[in-house]
């Protein structure tokens, strides 16, 4: 037997007037995306943004439904927008955001595994930018980091 340790590094930023502009722009995105989200049962508001390797920039928010698994993820909604309309482009950001907590919002475990699945597509890491309400934001360079015993198409033989 022997006991093994995942560890990753990321950079936190007091607030978001310390990111870089570029980076700025995509989580005021996010924020401003999640204000449309449609969460009447949970309350729960988050927006996510992308920027492609263009230069443009794409937000969408989640969407819940009463029955429950039917809502989606603001982020996998956007990735799902995003690769079908432009699947030879780069992302190369992702922003998520809440106005609901204090605290840099992590995406949940579905959201982590499609961003991975994003990031083996492209052959690239995807740079990941965590913000809640007026919080300090994480930036971490994959979505590997979040989900370091990850899923991937070579289990399926």
């Known amino acids: 037997m022997k006991k093994e340790k995942f560890s990753f590094e990321f950079t936190s ?9 570029n980076q700025r722009q995509v989580l005021e995105q996010a924020d401003k995306i999640s204000q449309n989200a449609y969460a009447p049962y949970s309350n729960f508001k988050v927006g996510a943004a ?19 698994p039917v809502g989606s993820c603001a982020e996998r909604g956007l990735l799902a927008y995003v690769n079908a ?9 992702l922003a998520v955001s809440t106005p609901n907590i204090n605290y840099p919002l992590p995406p949940c475990g579905m959201c982590r595994q499609y961003i991975l699945e994003m990031e083996k597509k492209q ?8 913000a809640g ?11 590997k980091d ?11 033989g």
């Open 13 to 21: 930023y007091d607030n978001k007037a310390e990111l870089e502009n």
């Open 50 to 68: 992308v920027q492609l390797e263009n230069g443009e920039i794409f937000s969408s928010s989640n969407q819940e439904n009463a029955a429950y």
């Open 85 to 93: 309309n432009f699947p030879d482009i780069k992302i190369t950001k």
């Open 123 to 130: 052959n690239s890491s995807i740079e990941l930018l965590l």
């Open 133 to 143: 309400n007026e919080s300090e934001v994480f930036v971490l360079n994959s979505a």
């Open 146 to 156: 979040l989900l370091p015993l990850h899923f991937t198409d070579e289990f399926l």
